[in-house]
């Protein structure tokens, strides 16, 4: 059974700091992966998704990537801003398209 | 494009009720996830579907179904409601199915007194 850890699971930082967020995974005969922010009470957010071929994958301020055979995956970003605090979600795509989440990371940036 | 929506955003219900939710997928999407999210729980699977047929389903009691219309619009139903139902319940969209990117809602929260 598919189980997804995230690693911290709180962080707290000034801005202008880079941070590396983690996900790890137990299986990993995965499709995809996929990094999502979710804001306090509202949905999910897609930020990237790297596919099973890929290393890694970026997005403006966004790096990630992606390590199939050892089960990992960081999310790296670049000069933090307050406006980037949220639970950062990890999840990884098995057959068809579901999901299965980590625990999150919930990461405050402040001034 | 406009986005998945859900609706209802907010829903209060009693024990013993049932409910429906709504997601309507972005324009071309075919497949529709439905996931509850919990404080204890994080956010867990409950079912896909695919041109109106569910592709597949997380370890939920029976009292959760869902369905798909031929317009990819999907409904899910709970009932008998618990109190540990109360959720946030969060549908996602996708294209084709195949594990590509997926697109969610902003959630229906739904309170069981």
């Known amino acids: 059974k598919q189980e997804v850890t995230q690693i911290p699971a709180a962080l707290s930082v000034p801005e202008g700091e880079n941070l590396v967020l983690n996900c790890s995974f137990t299986?990993?005969?995965?499709?995809?992966l996929q990094w999502f922010r979710q804001d306090p009470g509202k949905g999910l957010t897609s930020l990237l998704l790297?596919?099973?071929?890929?290393r890694e994958q970026t997005s403006g301020r966004l790096n990630a990537s992606l390590d199939k055979s050892s089960g990992r995956s960081t999310l790296y970003i670049a000069a933090s801003q307050p406006g980037d605090s949220a639970t950062y979600l990890c999840?990884?795509?098995?057959?068809?398209?579901?999901?299965?989440f980590g625990t999150g990371t919930r990461l405050q940036v402040f001034p | 494009k406009a986005g998945v929506t859900q609706t209802p955003r907010y829903l209060i219900k009693t024990r013993g009720q049932q409910v429906t939710l709504s997601c309507s997928p972005i324009?071309?999407?075919?497949?529709v996830s439905w996931y509850q999210q919990t404080p204890g729980q994080g956010l867990q699977f409950l079912f896909e579907?695919?041109?109106?047929?569910?592709?597949n389903k997380g370890n939920f009691p029976g009292r959760f179904s869902g369905r798909q219309f031929s317009n990819s619009r999907s409904e899910m139903n709970v009932s008998t409601l618990e109190l540990g139902d109360s959720a946030l319940y969060l549908c996602?969209?996708?294209?084709?199915?195949?594990?590509?990117?997926?697109?969610f809602g902003p959630g229906t929260r739904l309170t069981v007194l």
């Open positions: 790297i596919q099973s071929s890929q």
């Open positions: 999840a990884v795509i098995e057959n068809t398209d579901k999901l299965i």
């Open positions: 324009s071309g999407h075919r497949s």
């Open positions: 579907y695919f041109s109106e047929t569910q592709r």
């Open positions: 996602a969209s996708s294209s084709d199915g195949t594990g590509g990117e997926q697109f």
């Open positions: 299986d990993s005969a995965i499709y995809n």
